[in-house]
């Protein structure tokens, strides 16, 4: 089956820090890539939608200068939160899609449990 | 406004049986989904409902009513590893997926 990984799998960074967190489609092509992420009892809250060598395009109130999304190859994307703080401390998610085939099955990462002191 | 709706959460007795509830209201439907995930996990691929009806898959079964807005996921044999949150998420009309915030299942032996 398809696999997704990602880059940390826990990170602790001090505030005003910044972080990236890798996600890499290993066995597949992926033309989309979701970032997502999940606070403690709560549901996944989708960030941004990337598509490979085109800008990211960011769900209402999730700041763009602040998450920073790069989808450079179709088996690479990027997140990086900049100058983060406390209440950025979240369980971020990425997951992918090919173009073809189960188009309605996204494949996902096993998170980055990311801590802002 | 896109809405799911699923039990916050659910007690159930090893090798019982659970059905766990999922409603929905969104702009268009493109099939629901279930996952499944465990705590400090990623969600895992169980179940896609694009027509009405029974989908059957081992141990767990998914139906969809796409005229009730209505979906529930069937667990049959519960064992202790099914301890887990479940989620409902639904494709609406931009193909984008909409979660409900998910149903903590709590296996007691």
């Known amino acids: 089956g398809a696999v997704v990984s990602q880059h940390p799998s826990r990170v602790i960074c001090k505030s005003g820090t910044s972080v990236k967190i890798e996600c890499r489609s290993l066995d597949f092509q992926a033309t989309t890539m979701f970032w997502y992420r999940q606070f403690p009892k709560q549901s996944l809250m989708l960030m941004a939608t990337s598509n490979e060598g085109s800008k990211a395009t960011y769900e209402q109130g999730v700041e763009k200068d602040k998450f920073l999304i790069n989808h450079a190859s179709l088996t690479l994307s990027t997140l990086t939160v900049t100058s983060a703080h406390p209440e950025d401390s979240s369980f971020y998610i990425c997951?992918?899609?090919?173009?073809?085939?189960?188009?309605?099955?996204?494949?996902f990462g096993p998170g980055t449990r990311l801590t802002v002191t | 406004g896109q809405n799911i709706d699923q039990p916050t959460e659910m007690t159930a007795t090893e090798g019982a049986i659970v059905q766990i509830n999922c409603t929905y209201q969104?702009?268009?439907?493109?099939?629901l989904f279930w996952y499944q995930q465990h705590a400090g996990e990623a969600p895992t691929f169980l179940s896609y409902n694009v027509l009405d009806g029974l989908e059957e898959k081992g141990r767990f079964s998914s139906f969809l009513s796409r005229s009730k807005g209505y979906s529930y996921l069937l667990l049959k044999e519960l064992q202790m590893k099914d301890s887990a949150s479940y989620l409902c998420?639904?494709?609406?009309?931009?193909?984008?997926?909409?979660w409900g915030a998910g149903t903590k299942l709590i296996i007691k032996p």
């Open positions: 969104t702009s268009g439907f493109n099939g």
């Open positions: 998420a639904v494709m609406d009309s931009n193909y984008q997926l909409i």
């Open positions: 997951s992918a899609k090919t173009g073809t085939g189960d188009y309605y099955e996204q494949y």
